[in-house]
């Protein structure tokens, strides 16, 4: 049985201002043109994320843009994450982010993401961010980047200060996204490799799959070009990632314009229609985790499964 999927990862505008996307500068896309592409690869609904921090943000996607978008276009925008940059308050490892957060939990939000603020994971302020996200039980979907000319957490080759992170806080569920945490994967990641979309077969000893079987909170969102290659560049692999990682992978869109195309939505449905993937694998990676981290009973809508 093929499903509608549920996307973890949005970026919506609630209205277009002025280019804000990517070294291109590209237009975002609206709730009416995500639908439209949604429908071209069968996605129900999704999550919109926000973007706050200063390395790689536009006010137009805001905290409170996500929120307008979930409350207007609630049939394409299911919920929405918060986002915080750890700065915030006082530029401090003592700031106290639980303010904000428990305001934006109180409209709803549900979790904290795309976290991109360009600094050292083990950095006071970031440690403090997570600490806070803890305390109030919300979930932290994260980009991995490198310091400097980039956006995103930062940890080196090996991704030990998220590996830290995760012990320090074993109540926090983090997870991973973006070509430099999809890139370890593989045992040979490497620093020339890393920033890119490694291809060929998966080699043992990936410190992804080292993270994910060795620590109960830590997931990992499939979205974009980086989760796709992660999967797809060797099959067998993939298929098998997919099948031991069942209860922690989330399906992941992470159209940023309108000449974005993802293929993980088909191979995806190809792995179950061939059996190469359980139905029950399939259900939850596409569907019913999000549904789970986010606290929805609705598994399905009436028009979420398609009879083969």
């Given amino acids: 049985m093929i499903l509608k999927k549920l996307d973890i990862h949005a970026h919506v ?7 804000c996307m990517g070294h291109g500068l590209e237009m975002g896309l609206t709730c009416e043109e995500l ?13 919109a994320l926000p973007i706050v921090s200063p390395e790689h943000m536009s006010d137009q996607y805001s905290n409170a843009a996500a929120r307008m978008c979930c409350e207007q276009f609630p049939s394409t925008i299911g919920w929405w994450f918060c986002n915080i940059d750890p700065r915030w308050l ?30 050292p994971v083990d950095n006071p302020m970031m440690q403090n961010v997570f600490h806070h996200a803890e305390q109030c039980g919300l979930p932290v ?41 999809w890139s370890e994967i593989s045992g040979d990641c490497s620093w020339e490799n890393r920033a890119g979309n490694p ?7 990936g410190r992804v799959v080292e993270l994910m079987r060795s620590y109960p909170n830590m997931y990992a969102d499939l979205s974009a070009g980086s989760g796709e290659n992660a999967i797809m560049r060797d099959p067998t692999f993939g298929y098998r990632f997919l099948e031991e990682f069942q209860d922690k992978l989330f399906f992941g869109v992470d159209y940023c314009s309108i000449k974005n195309y993802r293929v993980l939505s088909a191979f995806l449905d190809e792995g179950v229609e061939n059996g190469r993937i359980s139905q029950r694998a399939y259900n939850k990676i596409c569907r019913e985790n999000l549904l789970a981290l986010i606290g929805d009973c609705l598994l399905y809508t009436s028009d979420a499964a398609d009879e083969l």
Avoid: C
Avoid at 13 to 19: D, I
Avoid at 35 to 45: F, K, L, N, P, S
């Fill in 35 to 47: 639908r439209a592409m949604y429908d071209a690869i069968g996605v129900e609904r999704g999550v």
């Fill in 13 to 19: 505008l609630f209205e277009k201002e002025y280019p």
């Fill in 199 to 205: 291809k060929g077969s998966v080699v043992p000893g």
């Fill in 90 to 119: 006082s530029n401090s490892p003592e700031a106290d982010l639980s303010i904000p957060l428990k305001y934006y939990q109180s409209r709803g939000a549900k979790g904290i993401g795309e976290f991109t603020a360009n600094l």
């Fill in 141 to 181: 979907l994260f980009h991995v980047g490198q310091q400097g000319d980039d956006y995103g957490i930062v940890d080196g080759l090996g991704l030990h200060k998220i590996e830290a992170t995760l012990r320090r806080f074993p109540k926090l569920k983090l997870i991973g996204h973006s070509h430099k945490w």
